[in-house]
T-cell receptor, first 113, second 113 residues
Framework: SQKIEQNSEALNIQEGKTATLTCNYTNYSPAYLQWYRQDPGRGPVFLLLIRENEKEKRKERLKVTFDTTLKQSLFHITASQPADSATYLCALLLMDSNYQLIWGAGTKLIIKP | KAGVTQTPRYLIKTRGQQVTLSCSPISGHRSVSWYQQTPGQGLQFLFEYFSETQRNKGNFPGRFSGRQFSNSRSEMNVSTLELGDSALYLC????????????FGPGTRLTVL
C-alpha cells in the first residue's frame, strides 16, 4: 500500500544542535515534496519545496534533501532554537495525482534550552 | 495581501445537527482544499475545489460536502454531526497549478457534544 511515514514520537534536541527529521514514502513517484511547520491550534505554514530532480535545497538555517532512490527526504534545522519547537509535516505531490498533496502525520520537535 | 480567512473560528454543536464552515482564499487563488485534523492525527484530506468544481476527494462519508463560488470562496457542510466529527477544520488556498504551495487559514475548531 502507499504511505508516507514520519517519526510519530517527539524528537527532543538540545538548543544549538542540528535537528534532523525524516519523511519516508513507499510506492509513490513524487513530482516534488514540501515541508510545513505547524504550531498548536494553527494551520501549517509552508517552509520549503524540493523537486524530484533536486538533491538539496537550503533556506537560512533550514536544509532539505530528497533521495528518490531511498524514497526519503531529510529536513535539517541547524543551530536549533526553542522557537523552532513545533510539528513538522511533509507532503508529496504525485506525478499523476491531479494536483492532490499527500500528507505525512508530522513529527513533533522539541528544542530544549 | 490578505491571508486565508475562515469563519467561524469556534463552533459548538450537538449530535445530529448540521454545520457550515466558510473559507475565503487569498485573492487570485482558484484552489481551495479542506482538511480535518484531530489530536495526534495528521491532516486528513476532505476535498479540493478548483474553479467551482470538485477536483479531488478524500475518503470521508457523504455527510461531508462542499462547494465553491465564482469568487473562489468555499463552504464546507457536515450534516448529521457525530461526536467523532469534533476536530480542527482547516482550509488551504493555492493557485492550483500543481507546483505552488498551500496557504492555510487559522482553522475552525468544531466541538460536537
Amino acid at each position: 500500500s502507499q504511505k508516507i511515514e514520519q517519526n510519530s514520537e517527539a524528537l527532543n534536541i538540545q538548543e544549538g544542535k542540528t535537528a534532523t527529521l525524516t519523511c519516508n514514502y513507499t510506492n509513490y513517484s513524487p513530482a516534488y515534496l514540501q515541508w510545513y511547520r505547524q504550531d498548536p491550534g494553527r494551520g501549517p505554514v509552508f517552509l520549503l519545496l524540493i523537486r524530484e530532480n533536486e538533491k538539496e535545497k537550503r533556506k537560512e538555517r533550514l536544509k532539505v534533501t530528497f533521495d528518490t532512490t531511498l524514497k526519503q527526504s531529510l529536513f535539517h534545522i541547524t543551530a536549533s532554537q526553542p522557537a523552532d519547537s513545533a510539528t513538522y509535516l511533509c507532503a508529496l505531490l504525485l506525478m499523476d495525482s491531479n494536483y492532490q498533496l499527500i500528507w505525512g502525520a508530522g513529527t513533533k520537535l522539541i528544542i530544549k534550552p | 495581501k490578505a491571508g486565508v480567512t475562515q469563519t467561524p473560528r469556534y463552533l459548538i454543536k450537538t449530535r445530529g445537527q448540521q454545520v457550515t464552515l466558510s473559507c475565503s482564499p487569498i485573492s487570485g487563488h482558484r484552489s481551495v482544499s479542506w482538511y480535518q485534523q484531530t489530536p495526534g492525527q495528521g491532516l486528513q484530506f476532505l476535498f479540493e475545489y478548483f474553479s467551482e468544481t470538485q477536483r479531488n476527494k478524500g475518503n470521508f462519508p457523504g455527510r461531508f460536502s462542499g462547494r465553491q463560488f465564482s469568487n473562489s470562496r468555499s463552504e464546507m457542510n457536515v450534516s448529521t454531526l457525530e461526536l467523532g466529527d469534533s476536530a480542527l477544520y482547516l482550509c488551504a488556498s493555492s493557485l492550483g497549478t500543481g507546483t505552488d504551495t498551500q496557504y492555510f487559514g487559522p482553522g475552525t475548531r468544531l466541538t460536537v457534544l
